[in-house]
């Protein structure tokens, strides 16, 4: 090796890893879509598991993702990602199973195939994005949108009252025999990301076990929804969506203790 090309190698900081696609990044600038992307692809590469990882992508912001993951990639109708990686997965069972979807699909027309796969304990990975909106379709009120937060369809903020209580979905599944693994993350800042990546990796990992579900939810911006800036989003996230959405491991597995 010539020296440049160590000294190049001592200086390198972050390279682009060469399993997402040359195709680029069409979601919002300051979106965490992206760097979850890259999270998941540096996780799969750094495994070795390109070719044995399929994904199940839904309806909303997540059904791109295959245009930017060099994986196998899965379409599903919307709401039903669970239920098609199920079907993945028992008749694969060696691969590695994940679905990537947002808190529109998860949580609200996706529920009972959440709720289900979860308590039956497929070997599944999912990923969950909640920014609280329905960011694809024009930031209508999703089932995670706050108490008091506006929308396009809450104008005057979320009223409890008429509207119900935003669902946490992460609490829920822990509840459930069948989830192995339950954390909540985000990407605002590099630390945060590191928690995040550390998380994913221990998901996939857990596919190994075939213990059950590990569910990682993704606290993220909408800042097109939110109408506001990448940086404001973040601050509003951080002084509104954390508190009730607090990040950290919900349900770590026993034998990990």
């Known amino acids: 090796m010539e020296v440049t090309d160590i000294i190049k190698a001592e ?9 997402l696609t040359e195709n680029i990044l069409s979601y919002c600038p300051g979106c965490g879509h992206g760097t979850v992307h890259r999270l998941i692809m540096e ?9 044995q990882t399929i994904g199940v992508a839904p309806v909303g912001c997540s059904v791109l993702a295959y245009q930017f993951m060099d994986i196998d990639m899965q ?10 990686a199920t079907g993945i997965k028992r008749v694969m069972p060696e691969k590695f199973v994940f679905t990537y979807q947002g808190d529109g699909d ?9 709720i289900h796969a979860c308590n039956r ?14 960011g694809m379709t024009g930031g209508q009120m999703a089932p995670t949108t706050l108490a008091g937060m506006v929308t396009s369809t809450s104008p005057y903020g979320r009223n409890t009252a008429m509207m119900g209580n935003p669902i946490k979905m992460t609490e829920l599944v822990a509840q459930l025999p069948g989830t192995y693994y339950v954390t909540r993350q985000a990407v605002h800042t590099p630390a945060a990301v590191r928690k995040c990546k550390k ?6 990992e857990n596919q190994k076990l075939n213990k059950g579900v590990s569910f990682v939810e993704v606290v993220s911006n909408c800042n097109s929804g939110w109408k506001m800036t990448p940086n404001q989003a973040n601050i509003w ?6 508190p009730f959405y607090p990040l950290g491991d919900i349900k770590v597995p026993e034998d990990s203790l």
């Open 11 to 19: 200086n390198l900081i972050y390279k682009r890893t060469p399993l």
């Open 43 to 51: 996780t799969i590469e750094e495994m070795g598991i390109q070719s």
């Open 75 to 84: 379409q599903a109708a919307h709401g039903r990602a669970p239920a098609v």
């Open 106 to 114: 998860l949580a609200a027309i996706g529920t009972a195939e959440t």
């Open 121 to 134: 304990g497929e070997n599944i990975t999912i990923i969950f994005i909640n920014n609280g909106i329905y």
């Open 199 to 204: 998380a994913i990796r221990k998901a996939f």
């Open 237 to 242: 996230m951080e002084e509104n969506m954390f």
